[in-house]
């Protein structure tokens, strides 16, 4: 991998290189940043748990979207969508249930799973994993013909 002096170079391999753990901080900073601010203008309220479980989705979405590179966005979405329900599952399981803080309770909603998450709020969490995944192409440097490929689901041709 060659080092060159301008800039476009050296943030491409501070993300993609040898020192990917830098991204995945970063993503995790944002998400820790950012997810917060989203559940302050959706529920008018937060818990710090949800700067860790936040930080955590996006630098996990990051990290797989790093390995899944040639996967359509629709499944790279979905997969989001379903970590972020998982990593939902397990705060609220500890969160909630273990230490008894009771940041949300989704026991009225139907279909939940021991009132920590709901099938509702996965469509949601697809969804919002589409600007993470966007992001991460950005940060990975992949061209738009790449992205428009994964969108569009573009055959190759023999």
Not at 22 to 44: H, K, Q, V
Not at 71 to 80: E, F, N, T, V
Not at 101 to 119: A, E, H, K, M, R
Request: net charge positive; hydrophobic share 45%.
């Amino acid at each position: 991998m060659k080092y060159r002096r301008d800039g476009i170079d050296i943030m491409q391999n501070i993300f993609t290189g040898k020192k990917s753990s830098i991204s995945n901080l970063l993503f995790f900073s944002g998400g820790a940043i950012l997810y917060p601010c989203i559940e302050l203008m959706w529920r008018g309220r937060t818990h710090w748990s949800m700067s860790v479980a936040g930080g955590l989705c996006t630098a996990i979405i990051h990290y797989a979207n790093m390995k899944l590179k040639r996967k359509p966005l629709a499944i790279k979405c979905c997969l989001g969508g379903m970590l972020i329900t998982g990593v939902e599952f397990l705060t609220g399981c500890i969160v909630n249930l273990v230490l008894g803080l009771n940041v949300w309770d989704y026991s009225n909603t139907p279909l939940n799973i021991l009132g920590q998450v709901c099938p509702l709020y996965t469509i949601f969490w697809i969804l919002l994993s589409l600007p993470v995944i966007i992001a991460s192409n950005i940060a990975l440097g992949r061209r738009k013909s790449q992205i428009s490929k994964q969108i569009i689901f573009i055959k190759r041709r023999a």
